[in-house]
């Protein structure tokens, strides 16, 4: 089954404590992308991969980064978490940047 | 760089009634446009997508658009809501990478 799949689906974590969202999808998809959804401003992108070891920053990057040293794998890092990075986090894949993409079901951060 | 606004950030509707989403991008360029929708704790589903051809775009759940390139324009369109229907709904516009609207809350009441 085509998916993306991203690990935690719920974490909560004190300010300033390293974490780890994982993603990872089986489609063979070159583009990758995280988004951040929070109420009244929908998604926003964080940022975005085209391919393998190439990444680029979104709309809303800081004090967030990630890699891509494999094709199916984009993990998202907060090196240093701040409430204000509290949102529902989404990562999605597809073919090229303006393909459909397929989403991940979602990891909702809460940073206390 | 593209950009979209959705008109509605809240329509509430009556069971049975039509409904209209509205949806304005703009972009220099060709674009790609899509409806997207969010029920209550979960991710984002596809309902439809603009990509070339016929304006008119049929999607899932009996959900329709159209693609208006004099108006920058792609309003989502049901004839007859059901209350499943209620969930948030989002615009989104892509020429070399996807951007999205703030997202349209439909509720259905009885």
């Known amino acids: 089954e085509a998916q993306v799949t991203q690990n935690p689906r719920y974490l909560i974590t004190v300010t300033g404590k390293k974490l780890t969202v994982t993603c990872s999808q089986n489609?063979?998809?070159?583009?990758m992308s995280w988004y951040r959804q929070d109420p009244g401003l929908g998604l926003r992108q964080i940022y975005y991969?085209?391919?393998?070891?190439?990444?680029d920053k979104g709309d809303v990057p800081e004090g967030y980064k990630v890699s891509r040293k494999e094709k199916r794998n984009f993990p998202l890092i907060l090196e240093s978490p701040s409430p204000n990075q509290t949102s529902l986090y989404f990562c999605?894949?597809?073919?090229?940047?303006?393909?459909?993409?397929?989403f991940g079901q979602g990891t909702r951060l809460t940073v206390v | 760089a593209q950009s979209v606004t959705q008109l509605d950030s809240q329509v509430p509707v009556f069971e049975e009634a039509p409904v209209e989403l509205r949806c304005n991008y703009s972009s220099s360029v060709s674009v790609y446009l899509f409806w997207y929708v969010q029920y209550p704790n979960q991710g984002l589903q596809l309902l439809l997508k603009y990509l070339s051809g016929s304006t008119l775009v049929k999607g899932i759940n009996g959900f329709e658009a159209e693609f208006n390139k004099s108006q920058t324009s792609f309003h989502l369109r049901k004839p007859s809501v059901h209350i499943s229907d209620t969930a948030e709904y989002f615009c989104?516009?892509?020429?070399?990478?996807?951007?999205f609207g703030a997202g349209t809350r439909l509720t259905v009441k009885p």
């Open positions: 991969s085209m391919n393998v070891e190439v990444t």
């Open positions: 999605a894949s597809s073919l090229a940047g303006f393909d459909t993409p397929f």
């Open positions: 989104a516009v892509s020429d070399r990478d996807m951007r």
């Open positions: 489609m063979n998809h070159e583009y």
